[in-house]
């Protein structure tokens, strides 16, 4: 793995508009992590293209390498894609809740910006029991694709 250690690394989770990305100016030293955005890796190549359009080379990780990116006292900043916002919480892409409990623990600032769309609450079964087409769970397993997640206010603060 590169050296992280001195930079000031931001987490980016979830699809994020164009102009949410444009918001997202890490210092000189900094890099930005954004999740794959499994089931569809739209977060991945969405965002990637972004960051990169706009002269920041991202690092894509698997969603769930946020926690080992925390562990390792590496977050500086959270930013996640929210479809809408209220004084309760936020509706924000499937992924959210677990960056935000983890930037709550480890006192990382979480911000919001608008995702790229609204999207459905659940996405196919089918979706994330195979990658890029290839089966990863024997026939007859079920799947639950939860798209959205809300987050509840006290982890955003």
């Known amino acids: 793995m590169r050296d992280y250690k001195s930079k000031s690394i931001v987490l980016a989770q979830g ?3 164009a102009e949410s990305i444009k ?3 890490p210092a000189r030293a900094s890099h930005v992590f954004i999740g794959e955005g499994r089931p569809s890796l739209e977060a991945g190549k ?3 293209k972004a960051f990169l359009a706009s002269g920041i080379t991202p690092t894509v990780i698997c969603d769930n390498m946020a926690g080992f990116l925390f ?9 996640l894609a929210c479809q809408y916002a209220d004084g309760k919480g936020a509706l924000c892409d499937t992924g959210a809740l ?7 623990k480890h006192k990382v600032p979480v911000k919001l ?9 659940l996405g196919d079964p089918k979706d994330v029991l195979s990658f890029e087409g290839s089966p990863i ?20 603060k």
């Open 15 to 17: 699809v994020f508009a």
């Open 23 to 25: 918001k997202i100016k």
């Open 46 to 48: 969405s965002n990637a």
């Open 71 to 79: 562990f390792k006292g590496l977050v500086k900043e959270v930013y």
């Open 98 to 104: 677990i960056c935000a409990v983890l930037a709550k």
């Open 113 to 121: 910006l608008p995702a790229k769309a609204r999207t459905r609450f």
């Open 137 to 156: 769970a024997p026939k007859g397993t079920h799947g639950y694709v939860p798209l959205v997640e809300w987050v509840p206010q006290k982890y955003l």
